[in-house]
């Protein structure tokens, strides 16, 4: 009998002595594809990648794309009250909640990726990730989905006098239909769930988006022309709500830190090298390309809407932004 019970004892040990902690889920949502060339797909395979690794498995990064967690603005609001983790959200719909985002998305404010990356890394994106963090959301980093172009059913754009007449759709946020209505456009404000529908059923007769989302969102099957106007460069806002990292031991806060540093280099990388070949992807899929030769004329138009949003936005936020970008 007494060997029995050892024998017993022995048995019922085992599983005591080969359980694991518990690891912590953070689940992480996008509102797009989870193509290989998706740039918040990129983003967030990335960011699990580092994160579980700097974490030492402690933590568990779930992926949702295709709006499984909700689309953009319901995330966001989901962030801030704890029924939501983690999203990589586009800075204009960000910007709805805190409208100091609203100067990354004025157009022709940056020329270049790197400018941009120099803004957002420095003292402005500091100042808007404080700004974001009052309102229960953590910015972990700047991702980007690079510059944004006009794709549409009626015509190719080279002056901002092919723009007037066209129905675009834009994201629901003031800066975006500013922009088109500067350039005698019809804006019709959108959330991205109802846009292709739209756009096959000829509600509306374009939009604009990056070049690497015009391809994971198979935007090139509904539209027609592409045309290269780089009139918004767009940031990608790697989120975390307030209330999911006050979970968190300060070891896993710092793996999150360090996690999402080393994703945001992998993902600017990534979609940059993209970008590159993109262009050629969707004509060979049957877009009609060109490149605007005046964006001069554009810059023009659309100038007076940098004093518009100024007070928004803040005065010395713009100044620092605009003093760095000369």
Known sequence: MSVCLATLAMVLAVPTALAQPAKTVIK???????????PSAIGARAFKT???????????????PNRQLGDEKPMMEGMRFGTVDAAIITNAVVAQMEPGFQLNDLPFLYASEVQARTVL???????????????????????????????????????????IGVKYRVMQNPVFIDM??????????MAW?????????????????????IDSLKVY???????????TYTALELLIGNRTLGKLSAEQRKAVTDAARVAVAEQRKANFEHGLQMVD???????KVNTVSDPAA?????????????????????????????
């Open 28 to 38: 992480l949502g996008w509102a797009t594809a989870d193509g290989p060339q998706d």
């Open 50 to 64: 580092a994160l579980e690794a700097s974490s030492k498995g402690t933590i568990e990064v779930q992926l949702f």
């Open 121 to 163: 890394d420095g003292n402005v994106g500091k100042e808007l990730s404080k700004r974001l963090e009052a309102k229960g959301i953590t910015v972990l980093g700047y991702m980007e989905a690079g510059f944004r172009h006009m794709i549409n059913n009626k015509k190719p754009v080279q002056t901002p006098a092919d723009v």
């Open 180 to 189: 088109f209505t500067s350039l005698g456009g019809s804006a019709v404000p």
């Open 193 to 213: 769930g109802e846009t292709y529908t739209a756009v096959q059923q000829g509600m509306v007769d374009g939009l604009e988006l990056p070049l690497a989302f």
């Open 221 to 231: 099957e509904v539209t027609k022309y592409l045309s290269q106007t780089n009139h």
């Open 281 to 287: 992807v969707l004509q060979s899929k049957g877009m």
């Open 298 to 326: 554009f810059r023009k138009a659309v100038a007076p809407m940098y004093e518009k949003f100024k007070p928004g936005i803040g005065a010395d936020l713009m100044t620092m932004a605009l003093e760095q970008v000369k």
